[in-house]
């Protein structure tokens, strides 16, 4: 009983916070250019829902994406570069971009950020070693 409500608390503080942060940017970006004549709350209110709903699909679709590439571009590399590391490395960025798409909207609140994370940190070792191998090259 108590846990579905500190559920709802913390997805209305989710919300409250993921609009404001956007509020904030939308201000700044209209301040940089100067934007004279501001949007409607409705057009803000369809903008920001828009960019919370389709803002991991899009990532999940972008992470599917390089990973494709990543992969190919792995195999095209000479014999000395660490191929299997970035091979590796696509292929994770191709499954972590089906989970979230598969999981979706779930696992936007929370795979995005750890997957993120593990996809960056192999893809820069992956590209750490084609520095290495193109030094000793």
């Known amino acids: 009983q108590n846990t579905g409500r500190l559920t709802a608390i913390g997805l209305a503080g989710f919300a409250v916070t993921a609009v404001m942060l956007m509020l904030t940017i ?5 301040r940089v250019f100067r934007v004279q004549r501001r949007r409607t709350l409705l057009q ?3 903008m ?3 960019l919370l709903t389709l ?3 899009m990532i999940g679709a972008s992470l599917i994406g390089s990973g494709l590439v990543r992969t190919y571009l792995s195999f095209q590399l000479p014999e ?8 590796i490395s696509g292929v994770l960025s191709l499954l972590l971009g089906a989970v979230i798409l598969a999981q979706w909207p ?6 995005i950020g750890a997957f993120l994370g593990v996809d960056l940190f192999f893809a820069g070792m992956s590209w750490i070693g084609v520095g290495f191998s193109q030094k000793n090259a």
């Not at 939308?26 to 209209?30: A, G, L, W």
């Not at 779930?106 to 795979?111: E, F, K, T």
């Open 26 to 30: 939308d201000n700044t970006i209209n």
């Open 44 to 46: 803000n209110v369809l």
């Open 48 to 50: 920001y829902w828009t």
């Open 55 to 57: 803002g991991p699909v």
């Open 80 to 87: 000395s570069a660490p191929r299997m590391a970035i091979a």
């Open 106 to 111: 779930v696992s936007s609140l929370w795979v």
